[in-house]
Nanobody, 126 residues
Framework: QVQLVESGGGLVQAGGSLRLSCAAS????????MGWFRQAPGKEREFVAA?????????DYAESVKGRVTISGDNAKNTVYLQMNSLKPEDTAVYYC??????????????????WGQGTQVTVSS
């Protein structure tokens, strides 16, 4: 099975950028459909972006981040990234990386992912 560790969160002003990293170990991330989710205080965990790269690459983005966020991966580093630009205060949340077996389609539902990292805090000040 795969282990996931997120990093790259922090405090940034509105309009700024951050790149989150999700380092995979135990298995290559290309063996999974990978997703990014976030959870703000008092709210449910919500979908941000997902992709899988085996065969034809497929990606999906939440409407709230489309055009501002890019999900990508580096096979050599076995790491998935979430580049976030034009950040807004409403992007403030703990961001989680997740994985589900590759034979499944990418999904927007958190409960369909089997493996999770510990999360990294992103705070956007106004």
């Amino acid at each position: 099975q795969v282990q996931l560790v997120e990093s790259g969160g922090g405090l940034v002003q509105a309009g700024g950028s951050l790149r989150l990293s999700c380092a995979a170990s135990g298995r290559t991330f290309s063996s999974y459909a990978m997703g990014w989710f976030r959870q703000a205080p008092g709210k449910e965990r919500e979908f941000v972006a997902a992709f899988k790269t085996r065969g034809a690459t497929t990606t999906d983005y939440a409407e709230s981040v489309k055009g501002r966020v890019t999900i990508s991966g580096d096979n050599a580093k076995n790491t998935v990234y979430l580049q976030m630009n034009s950040l807004k205060p409403e992007d403030t949340a703990v961001y989680y990386c997740a994985a589900r077996p590759i034979y499944y389609a990418i999904s927007r539902r958190p409960n369909e992912y089997n493996y999770w990292g510990q999360g990294t805090q992103v705070t956007v000040s106004s």
